[in-house]
């Protein structure tokens, strides 16, 4: 596994080993040896999600202002468009966010750490979501941004107006948004 760097430095891509042949591919998705020695971060994950959302589907971009979560996101089905904003307020890239296609086939990861947003939308017809948290969800905590705030002016992937949740609806613009 080895992890790479994006735009914002505490955000980043992991790429496991890919061993395959003409029979299909094997790779470890997650070990805690090799994730430390990757990023130089000791996480421990409580939690484990699984989403299966249709192409044109915007979830996001959630957080929890209390019991912050970081995830590890992978796609095992599809391909989605992913991101990540800082919602960190003494940080020197508040406001900014990193966009990654993740997809069954790139085999993809991003590291998300706690005290930021995260967001996806589907590209494929349908896609299957996994990832894993720091802390467990706490829906009373849970907040949103939304996803088309033009001070963080995301250009999503989009052929037509996303199919959000209702909840992804009444996201609040950033500049009036609870943040870390």
Not at 16 to 26: H, I, K, L, Q, T
Not at 41 to 68: C, E, K, M, T, W
Not at 120 to 137: G, I, P, Q, R
Request: aromatic share 12%; net charge negative; glycine share 8%.
């Amino acid at each position: 596994m080895r992890a790479l760097g994006t735009g914002i430095p505490d955000v980043l891509i992991i790429e496991p080993r890919v061993f395959g042949d003409e029979r299909g591919f094997f790779f470890e998705s997650y070990n805690a040896r090799d994730f430390a020695q990757a990023t130089g971060l000791d996480v421990s994950f409580v939690q484990d999600n699984h989403s299966r959302s249709a192409r044109g589907v915007l979830r996001g971009l959630h957080y929890q202002i209390r019991q912050p979560q970081g995830k590890l996101v992978r796609v095992v089905a599809g391909e989605v468009w992913d991101v990540a904003v800082d919602l960190r307020r003494a940080s020197p890239t508040f406001g900014q966010w990193v966009g990654v296609t993740l997809s069954a086939a790139n085999h993809r990861q991003l590291w998300i750490p706690a005290g930021f947003a995260h967001g996806f939308v589907v590209l494929s017809e349908t896609a299957e979501f996994l990832y894993k948290t720091t802390d467990y969800y706490a829906p009373e905590h849970e907040r949103c941004i939304a996803w088309n705030d033009p001070t963080l002016a995301i250009p999503w992937p989009l052929e037509d107006e996303p199919s959000l949740s209702a909840k992804d609806m009444k996201g609040q613009m950033l500049a009036d948004a609870e943040t870390f």
